[in-house]
């Protein structure tokens, strides 16, 4: 994977300021993918209010693979290429204005999905038990 990182993003959980890489490009799944405009639009409070808003809308598999991503960030021992990758998936899950805009019925949130199943494939290797049991207690409480 290459990163050329230029900026950083700062987000916040629980009152915590944590700073991440923001990357102009990577390669997520052996494609090039602009992330530092996605990277912007990333911060906790616009993850949430996107997810919480449109989970129905998006989808069961959209919206775990969104929380799979979100959780694994949390770790402390993910390195910052791989929350770099993340950064720029979840910015782009944000956006509501991309390829598909989202606000299309039934394709609106396909190019979101295909984005965030390559960086889960890019950072696959740092989800964990933790990760996944986080992940689906937010699914159960959601989706029943």
């Known amino acids: 994977m290459s990163t050329d990182v230029k900026q950083e993003t700062t987000c916040s959980q629980s009152g915590d ?3 991440h890489p923001a990357a102009t490009d990577s390669t997520l799944g052996g494609r090039a993918f602009e ?3 996605y990277a912007e639009a990333y911060s906790d409070a616009g993850f949430w209010q996107k997810v919480l808003g449109h989970a129905k809308k998006a989808g069961r598999e ?3 693979k969104a929380l799979l ?3 694994v960030m949390q770790r402390p021992d993910v390195p910052a290429w791989a929350k770099t990758a993340i950064i720029g998936a979840i ?3 944000i956006v509501p204005l991309d390829v ?3 606000a299309i019925p039934f394709v609106g949130f396909a190019d979101d999905l295909a984005v965030l199943v390559a960086a ?3 950072v696959a290797g740092y989800i964990d038990a933790d990760v996944k049991a986080q992940a689906q207690a937010k699914l159960s409480q959601w989706f029943g």
Do not use: M, R
Request: overall charge negative.
């Open 120 to 122: 889960l494939a890019t």
């Open 17 to 19: 300021d944590v700073t």
């Open 35 to 37: 992330t530092s405009s």
């Open 69 to 71: 991503l979100y959780y």
């Open 91 to 93: 910015g782009y899950f």
């Open 62 to 64: 959209v919206i775990e």
């Open 100 to 102: 598909v805009p989202d």
